[in-house]
């Protein structure tokens, strides 16, 4: 984890590498153009995607992996399908300390997004936004929040969230591409603008990623990763190459 020990003034033709604090992504050509050569710590990252399994968290493993085996909790607040927790643990995922929130109310997922924001009891929180309920004041409060956190925050939104405005000082649009690769376009930084998207290789385990629909009628929960039931090859799967 980098951090600055004294205030920097950033300019905005420059990447503000030492006055922030972030956690390396464990990718090299993606920390040259992160601002402080990381996720960002104690601000908002949006991630924006089609759709879900393009290969976003597969993107995020690598710290993932650094996060658990250093006993810090990683939240997953509301994720459209539920991860597979053998391929989990197949990246290196340390399962103990993998938590899953269900919270499929939009109200009930924004509040208990910044709660667990203003807990900062985490190493990293991934959120998927409710797509039709979002809005400008939402995610300022939730900017607002980030501020004390310790760890990074990813948000997931949908494609049409590339052309609205918003607070988050880090907005990434990723694309799929053949041969487990995901085109990464930096849409709003600290620093100059990056015409063109890199291309970042997926880390792969020795088993596919698998995840599967949340069936509907499961209550709102707290689900810890170990409680996962394997998934099979029946329907209702989907598989993130």
Request: with cysteine; charged share 20%.
């Amino acid at each position: 984890m980098k951090a600055c020990p004294h205030p920097a003034v950033w300019r905005a033709g420059q990447l503000g590498h030492g006055a922030i604090r972030a956690l390396g992504s464990l990718h090299p050509e993606l920390d040259a153009e992160l601002p402080g050569q990381g996720w960002p710590i104690g601000m908002l990252t949006e991630l924006i995607g089609r759709e879900a399994g393009i290969g976003e968290l597969r993107l995020l493993m690598p710290a993932l992996r650094r996060l658990t085996r250093e006993r810090r909790i990683v939240v997953l607040l509301g994720p459209p399908l539920i991860p597979y927790a053998p391929a989990l643990a197949d990246f290196g995922i340390d399962l103990d300390y993998l938590v899953i929130i269900d919270a499929r109310n939009p109200a009930d997922r924004l509040w208990a997004i910044e709660q667990t924001l203003r807990s900062a009891s985490f190493g990293a929180l991934l959120a998927w936004l409710p797509r039709a309920h979002t809005r400008p004041e939402h995610l300022r409060r939730l900017q607002s929040a980030a501020q004390g956190t310790t760890g990074p925050v990813f948000l997931f939104r949908d494609l049409s969230a590339q052309m609205e405005p918003s607070p988050a000082p880090l907005r990434l649009l990723l694309l799929p591409l053949p041969a487990d690769r995901l085109s990464v376009r930096i849409l709003k930084r600290r620093g100059p603008v990056l015409g063109q998207p890199l291309v970042i290789e997926l880390p792969r385990p020795d088993s596919a990623l698998a995840l599967r629909y949340r069936p509907s009628e499961v209550p709102a929960a707290t689900i810890h990763a170990h409680d996962a039931t394997p998934i099979g090859s029946g329907p209702g799967q989907h598989t993130l190459n």
